[in-house]
Structures are given as structure tokens and as C-alpha cells.
T-cell receptor, first 115, second 112 residues
Framework: DGGITQSPKYLFRKEGQNVTLSCEQNLNHDAMYWYRQDPGQGLRLIYYSQIVNDFQKGDIAEGYSVSREKKESFPLTVTSAQKNPTAFYLC??????????????FGPGTRLLVL | DQQVKQNSPSLSVQEGRISILNCDYTNSMFDYFLWYKKYPAEGPTFLISISSIKDKNEDGRFTVFLNKSAKHLSLHIVPSQPGDSAVYFCAAAQGGSEKLVFGKGTKLTVNP
């Protein structure tokens, strides 16, 4: 089955700790994205990557870091610099066809809670 | 500044009736619009999209209407079913950009 997987489903972070959220896709999509959702808010873009070994900051990148060493993987690290990390984190991917707008497909999400 | 606005945080309709969810945008460069449906603690699922060269797109019970002059789009669900109860997000993109801009969502409740 093709799809996007995110792990873990729930993640707890202690003060001053970095945590990494996993996102894997087997859809052969070139582009991958990380969003954050807070209660009553829309999805806000953290980082996105159009191709392996390249990524760009989204609207709220401060306190986060990413890597894209493989096409199928786009892990997100929430660093200790992110002062309000409690949120629902969503990973998405889309094909990258030049000149065409492609739909993004989302994973099931990871809820991060601060202890 | 919010570029995509869903001004109704919630909507309640009776089963079998029409649900109309609205979305307004401010950026005239947006040329592709999508609707996503989201259940609690799950990722959004793609529902339907429309490009700016069209004013209507239909897929089964779901129809999206685009009014470019008013910078307004709407999602119609007919007939509404209890399983349609979810949060619906409107999203927009411009010029082939990979970046989607999302509204805050409207929570739809369909009562049996």
C-alpha cells in the first residue's frame, strides 16, 4: 500500500530536549512538507523540500530543523529553541510536475506534548 | 495578514440537506484551490480542487464553486450525511508554487 507514515503518534518532550518526528513516504513523490496545527488554527507551513538534499523555510521555521537525505524520508527536529512546541504535526508529500499544480497528501500526524 | 479566510468556525445541518462551506481569499495571484476534510487526530484528506480557469468542479456529492471577481469559493455537499461531520479546510496556491495557504477551517456537524 502506498502512503505516508508518521511516527510516533504521540511524543513527549522534556524541557531543553530536542525531539525528532519521522515522516516516510513510498509514493515516489519529490516534494515533502511539514505543517503545524494548533487548536482553532489552520495548518502553518514549517519547512518544505522539493528535491533530495534541498529544503526551504516555511512561515514558522524558527526552532525547527529538517533534513532530506533520501527521497522517501523528511524528518523534522523540534529543537529546544522552539518555545511553544505543543501542537499536532502533519507531514505531506506531492509529486513535482513542472508547470502543474499538484495535490498534497497528508500523513496521520504526530501529537507533540511538553512535559 | 490572513490570505485565506473561513469566517464560519462551525456549521450545523440536517442529514439529507445541503451543506455550504465558504472561503474567501485576498491574494489575486492564487490560481489553484483545494478543499481538505479532517477528522480529529488524523491528517487531512484531499476532497476536491479547482483551478482558476474554471468556475465549477463536481465530484459526486461535492461541488466547488469559484467566483474570481469576488475572491470567493464555496464547497457544496448534497445530500449531507452524518459521516461528513469533520473540519473542512480551504487551501490556495499560486502559479505552480508548492506552498499551500490554509484557512482556519470550518467544523461541519451533520445531524441525523
Amino acid at each position: 500500500d502506498g502512503g505516508i507514515t508518521q511516527s510516533p503518534k504521540y511524543l513527549f518532550r522534556k524541557e531543553g530536549q530536542n525531539v525528532t518526528l519521522s515522516c516516510e513516504q513510498n509514493l515516489n513523490h519529490d516534494a515533502m512538507y511539514w505543517y503545524r496545527q494548533d487548536p482553532g488554527q489552520g495548518l502553518r507551513l514549517i519547512y518544505y523540500s522539493q528535491i533530495v538534499n534541498d529544503f526551504q523555510k516555511g512561515d514558522i521555521a524558527e526552532g525547527y530543523s529538517v533534513s532530506r537525505e533520501k527521497k522517501e524520508s523528511f524528518p523534522l527536529t523540534v529543537t529546544s529553541a522552539q518555545k511553544n512546541p505543543t501542537a499536532f504535526y502533519l507531514c505531506a508529500s506531492s509529486p513535482q510536475l513542472a508547470g502543474l499544480q499538484e495535490t498534497q497528501y497528508f500523513g496521520p500526524g504526530t501529537r507533540l506534548l511538553v512535559l | 495578514d490572513q490570505q485565506v479566510k473561513q469566517n464560519s468556525p462551525s456549521l450545523s445541518v440536517q442529514e439529507g440537506r445541503i451543506s455550504i462551506l465558504n472561503c474567501d481569499y485576498t491574494n489575486s495571484m492564487f490560481d489553484y484551490f483545494l478543499w481538505y476534510k479532517k477528522y480529529p487526530a488524523e491528517g487531512p484528506t484531499f476532497l476536491i480542487s479547482i483551478s482558476s480557469i474554471k468556475d465549477k468542479n463536481e465530484d459526486g456529492r461535492f461541488t466547488v464553486f469559484l467566483n474570481k471577481s469576488a475572491k470567493h469559493l464555496s464547497l457544496h455537499i448534497v445530500p449531507s450525511q452524518p459521516g461528513d461531520s469533520a473540519v473542512y479546510f480551504c487551501a490556495a496556491a499560486q502559479g505552480g508554487s508548492e506552498k499551500l495557504v490554509f484557512g482556519k477551517g470550518t467544523k461541519l456537524t451533520v445531524n441525523p
